[in-house]
């Protein structure tokens, strides 16, 4: 049987399959669609219709133009009515051939902008932060308490992936390693509908192997994952995040003490995800109580900038004046005009015909045409929606277990097999650096051993030799 | 038996934490005295074959250290070890003035009392300097007695509140303590430090919350081809191999240098040699820089050092270097031009030396070759910047080289260089550029191509090949929390703020995209809104607006 591919999560195929499930489909900036590509359908956008055939064997990233040949029936409908009444001549919009979009490998943020909201998300700002400060690498056992719409768990799976367990990512030749520890989210959820959902995308998207679902009330019965016959495998974690309304009353069952869901021989990271200042402090207390230390509490706050060329419009446009300069010419002139309405009421009592000269500006139709993007000048201001407060995030540090005989058994140990016995050197300020080891060089390695080997055998003449024969060598370096 | 587990291992750099907030590197070497200042002197194999994150009191007289159970801790953080009944009711009464009792009264217990009777004067401590630079040298028990004694000659010290005490407390705990706490150097920790006690400008002011965007942005993810443009000197570089997972090396210690045994008579296909191991083809960086040798210095304090990489590290074969000329002119490098080829008859004439330089230079050439067309065919899954030269010139070089739905992730200090990229990518130039090329296609075929491309005093990147063109704002926020006392932290570190740009590699459709209506007029505009709409799919926020 062939092994299932690599969820495109994990790594860029070379083309759209279904197999690759989903796609994302990039409609415009902040508008995306996960779509699973199957040969039978199409895509129907506003920005036309895209036949998932058109789309299949392409290369992720492409940018597919809307097909003109498959009119959505929607459409066809329209335009028998637009034919029949003939009345519009203003169709509904949707151009079939105007329009296009790119279609893309899904990426965790990608996923976590198209996902289906099941609860509050945590998004990108945050997951990423959290997952460097809980130094999440290739290899990490990581605890998701409260997976919610699964946006945290396809970040840290990335995070954490280091290959999977029957070595469906290695290449042609590769060998697999086997004394390393494949990377696992172990992902709790109390909701069983939501852990049932977050469950069929797992598989959907190939992570089934790497992220664990657990349907559980972590609070109540702790993180221990049961497996067959009311056995239960622990996690063996060292990185925990917990996204809970109460993370105080999950805290009690990451203990050290048997049977613990901790890898025991690590220290543990943990981060906890609470909105309110109540819910930290009483997290913060029960960690001092339970032995964490480190506890550092941060808030993150993220805007997305947005970047615009900026064209002053003038009077010339219909807007106001662009300088000082513009304003006293329009004021002068709008003097100018006053003296002349003076002069023409005088002269329209008079019988004559009067001429309005303009006030230095001419109006234009205020279309403006763009020829190389470089007019105006370059002006960010913040996205119009802001989140100005997700979540407080705590984080802390359990230390491993070390007990007076641990701590004796390694001072004999370093006593015995670390320590050469000299006498101690102090390291100071200036050896505050390492600089790389020094190393003996080939040419001195060489150098030394003829010498020892001339000394080992006697004689003047052998030092003589050893000379002669370094200076052939500097010669020929 | 060596005790088993994660533990502090020799020749490893680890991060002490001191009591005054410093932070120190410290390469543990087996049979030093670590030298930490007014803190003191340890051992330093006390520390190793220890577990990371415990807390350590320095003994006097340099004769070991004391693990200090998290309990003590605790206590000494939230009470500084004193006046713990006060303490224990801070929380509900810190705010609770009582105005209602009367003068002379006794205040109520669990009352809390203010500073307003409080005055301060220096000759309420009653030890005088001299006499506390003698207890310094003379008070034991790792700096607690100095502190009790500061305490107990107090004289103003019952006219402190619960929280003033706590706080003289720490204060004195925090310059006589002689105690620390021991952490991993991983990378987020290395920043946290570069960014206390170095010159922030030579790593561009990159902080932790950057380069843990820059890694979710960038879709990093072990197995991946990640170009690296990092002239921050390293720190970059070693996020991503943190993530990447080779960034600690399993078995530090002195570094071995390759051996190369360059006495073989036979020919180079002969096994009798060392190889040195076979660079890797998935989860690699590749660096490109702009000075003949890399600057990696940070990564010394991962064991590996650039000028002689250790054969054992993982990084010497997941971590490829090359200049930009080796980039982008491969012909004008003389070095990679092949060494001059010699038959074998020639080369069993030669002398053992030349022989052996011959080898090393054909070595050399093979790597380098290999690393130059490695990079020059591209597909990379992302490219990662962060430098202190122009960026548009960079990502005209780089973009093409990442791959269809790979990630271009930029860290710019300052938001005008932020938005200068975002500008380059905007759609105003995408629909200028796309013409300029349909233009040139139909009045001379390929003349205009060439020229473009190679040459280098013209920046512009190409616009079409950047989706969704974004800078991120990021800023962190650290909080104190303490039992009734929350609150912002009052001072942290200034400068460069920093920004993320971030944007996605697609592939456009050859020819020209009908994008009509996309400058239709104002009023058709509102009348067919959603038609509008359709026409300009991507990057509206980059789409010139007139201010009114």
């Not at chain 1, 309110?276 to 993150?300: P, S, Y």
Request: glycine letters at 8%; charged letters at 25%; a negative charge.
């Amino acid at each position: 049987m062939a092994t299932p591919a690599v969820s495109p999560f994990l790594a860029i195929p070379s083309e759209l399959s279904s197999e690759a499930k989903p796609a994302i489909i990039h409609l415009k900036r902040d508008q995306h669609q996960a779509l699973v590509l199957k040969p039978e359908s199409t895509l129907q956008t506003r920005f036309g219709n895209f036949p998932h055939s058109s789309i299949l064997g392409l290369h992720p990233g492409s940018q597919v133009r809307a097909s003109a040949a498959v009119p959505s029936l929607k459409e066809q409908r329209k335009r028998k009515r637009a034919s029949n009444s003939n009345t519009t001549t203003e169709t509904e919009g949707i151009q079939t051939a105007a329009g296009f979009l790119h279609v893309l490998n899904p990426t965790a943020e990608l996923w976590t902008a198209s996902l289906p909201h099941r609860t509050q998300v945590v998004y990108t700002p945050d997951s990423s932060y959290i997952l460097h400060r809980l130094g999440a690498g290739p290899g990490t056992q990581i605890i998701e308490a409260g997976a919610g719409s699964g946006s945290f768990t396809h970040a840290s799976v990335r995070a954490v992936y280091n290959g999977y367990e029957d070595g469906r990512e290695l290449g042609e030749g590769e060998v697999k390693v086997e004394d390393n520890k494949k990377g696992k989210v172990w992902s709790f959820e109390f909701h069983e509908e939501r852990a049932g959902k977050l469950r069929e995308e797992i598989s959907e998207h190939g992570l089934e192997t790497l992220v664990q679902i657990t349907h559980k009330d972590v609070c109540a019965e702790g993180f221990m994952v049961p497996s067959e016959e009311g056995a239960t495998t622990s996690p063996r974690a060292n990185a925990i995040f917990l996204d809970l309304p109460a993370p105080w009353l999950a805290l009690p069952h990451l203990t050290r003490q048997e049977p613990s869901p901790l890898d025991q021989e690590k220290e543990i990271r943990l981060c906890t995800f609470s909105p309110c200042i109540e819910q930290v402090t009483r997290t913060c207390n029960k960690m001092r109580e339970l032995g964490w230390v480190d506890i550092q509490m941060v808030e993150v706050q993220h805007q997305n900038m947005e970047v615009r060329r900026q064209l002053q419009r003038g009077y010339d446009e219909g807007a106001g004046p662009r300088s000082i300069a513009e304003a006293l010419t329009r004021l002068k002139g709008v003097n100018d005009l006053r003296d002349q309405r003076k002069d023409a009421q005088i002269a329209q009592a008079h019988g004559e015909q009067a001429s309005f000269a303009g006030l230095g500006f001419k109006k234009s139709n205020g279309r403006r045409k763009q020829e190389t993007g470089e007019e105006g000048r370059i002006v960010s201001r913040m996205e119009p929606e802001l989140k100005t407060h997700t979540s407080f995030l705590t984080f802390a540090t359990l230390p491993r277990v070390w007990t007076e005989e641990q701590e004796k058994e390694a001072a004999e140990f370093v006593k015995e097999h670390v320590s050469k016995g000299v006498e101690p050197r102090v390291v100071g300020e200036k050896e505050k650096r390492w600089k790389g080891d020094e190393q003996e060089s080939k040419r001195q390695r060489k150098k030394r051993e003829r010498a020892e080997q001339k000394a080992a055998e006697g004689g003047e003449q052998a030092e003589g030799e050893v000379k002669e024969e370094a200076e052939n060598m500097e010669i020929d370096g | 038996m060596a005790p088993s587990g994660d533990r502090i291992l020799p020749y490893t750099h680890v991060l002490l934490r001191l009591p005054s907030g410093v932070l120190k590197i410290i390469r543990i070497l087996p049979d030093t005295s670590v030298y930490l200042g007014k803190f003191g002197t340890f051992p330093s194999n006390a520390l190793l074959h220890r577990p990371y994150n415990l807390t350590f009191d320095i003994l006097d007289n340099n004769e070991g250290l004391r693990v200090v159970p998290a309990e003590e801790l605790t206590r000494d953080i939230l009470g500084g070890g004193f006046g713990e009944a006060e303490q224990g009711n801070a929380d509900e009464t810190h705010y609770d003035l009582s105005y209602n009792t009367t003068e002379g009264e006794a205040p109520k217990e669990g009352v809390m009392r203010t500073n307003r009777n409080t005055v301060d004067n220096a000759a309420s401590q009653t030890l005088t300097w001299e006499q506390i630079e003698e207890l310094k040298k003379t008070a034991g028990n790792s700096g607690k007695d100095i502190i009790q004694k500061l305490l107990s000659s107090h004289v103003a010290i019952d006219q402190k509140t619960a929280f003033s005490l706590q706080k003289y407390t720490l204060r004195k705990a925090s310059k006589f303590m002689k105690r620390f706490s021991v952490h991993r150097l991983s990378v987020s920790a290395l920043t946290d430090y570069l960014h206390d006690s170095k010159e922030p400008f030579k790593f561009l002011e990159i902080r932790n919350h950057h380069l843990g965007l820059m890694m979710s942005l960038g879709n990093i993810v072990h197995g991946g081809r990640y170009l690296v443009v990092d002239e921050t000197g390293g720190l970059l570089v070693a996020a991503l191999a943190e993530r990447l997972g080779v960034l600690n090396s399993t078995t530090p210690g002195p570094a071995t240098a390759p051996v190369e045994d360059d006495e073989t008579t036979e020919g180079p296909d002969s096994k009798k040699r060392k190889l040195d191991p076979a660079p890797a083809t998935r989860n690699t960086i590749t660096l490109i820089h702009a000075n003949e040798q890399p600057n990696l210095s940070l990564l010394t304090h991962f064991n590996y050092d650039a000028n002689t990489p250790p054969v054992t590290h993982p990084l010497y074969t997941h971590l490829k270097t090359l200049t930009w000329l080796q980039l982008l002119a491969p012909d004008e490098d003389t070095t990679m031009l092949p060494p001059d080829p010699h038959t074998p008859e020639e080369l069993a004439a030669l002398k053992p030396g030349k022989r052996s330089a011959y080898y090393r230079k054909l070595r050399r050439w093979q790597k380098v070759s290999a690393t130059v067309a490695d990079a020059r065919n591209g597909g990379y899954d992302a490219v990662l910047v962060a430098a202190h030269m122009s960026v548009p010139g960079i990502l005209k070089a780089v973009v093409p080289l990442v791959k269809g739905s790979g990630q271009i992730v930029v860290y710019s200090p300052s938001l005008e260089q932020a938005t200068e990229l975002a500008d380059l990518y905007s759609s105003a130039r995408r629909t200028a550029w796309i013409q300029r090329k349909e233009a040139a296609k139909n009045e001379e075929k390929a003349e205009e191509q060439a020229p473009v491309e190679r040459d280098w005093d013209d920046e512009t990147p190409d616009p079409t090949l950047m989706l969704a063109p974004t800078v991120h704002r990021e800023t962190v926020r650290a909080y104190q929390v303490l039992p009734g006392r929350t609150h912002p932290v009052m001072t942290s570190k200034g400068g460069a703020e920093g920004y993320v740009f971030h944007g996605t590699r697609v592939l456009p459709v050859a020819g020209k995209v009908d994008a009509k209506g996309a400058f239709a007029s104002q009023k058709k505009k509102r009348r067919t809104e959603v038609s509008v709409d359709a026409m300009v799919p991507e990057s509206e926020a980059a789409t010139p607006v007139e201010s009114s």
